[in-house]
Each structure stands twice: as structure tokens, then as C-alpha cells.
């Protein structure tokens, strides 16, 4: 999978746009995500249904993933199982 690429969920309405990618499975609301949206909307996994905001970056403990929420649902944004972190902003710095 390269950057630019838009995943949708199987499972509710949740849209993201692939910022950086490592090995694994991007999953959202326990159901792998992918490029086509399926006819059949899966059920969400009650562990992951923390839900994902637009606008936020999502990524992984170790930085190999970040994605860009671009439609917000009630899925959890994850990697093989384990739910991404939403991405803090860089402080400013002091002036004096």
C-alpha cells in the first residue's frame, strides 16, 4: 500500500487516507479496512468502537502508520488488533 491511497471501512462510515504505511493490516472497527466499501456492512467489534474523528491523524507506537480521518464513523482505527493513538501536536516554541 503507498501514501495517497483511501481506505473505507467495513463496518460503519469511517474514511482514511494512508499518510505513511509499514506491514501489517489497517483495521477499523476490528474489520480490515479497504479501498472499495463492501455491499454488506459488517458488525462493529464492541472492543473497537471508540469511533474515529475527522480530521485527526492516527498512529501506531512505533510511527510506521499514520493515517488522516477523512470521514468520521464509530470504528476504532487499528493495526493488526492493536487501536491506533490520535497524533499530538508538536508544542511551539518559547519566545521570549
Do not use: Q, W
Amino acid at each position: 500500500m503507498k501514501s495517497g491511497t483511501k481506505l473505507k471501512s467495513a463496518v460503519c462510515d469511517t474514511e482514511v487516507m494512508v499518510i505513511r504505511c509499514g506491514d501489517g493490516t489497517i483495521e477499523c472497527g476490528g474489520a480490515p479496512m479497504a479501498e472499495a466499501k463492501p455491499a454488506d456492512a459488517g458488525t462493529i467489534s464492541p472492543d473497537h468502537a471508540a469511533g474515529a474523528m475527522i480530521g485527526k491523524r492516527y498512529v501506531d507506537a512505533g510511527g510506521s502508520f499514520e493515517l488522516l480521518c477523512v470521514k468520521s464513523g464509530k470504528g476504532t482505527l487499528a493495526v493488526n488488533g492493536v487501536a491506533l493513538e490520535v497524533k499530538s501536536a508538536k508544542p511551539l516554541p518559547a519566545s521570549d
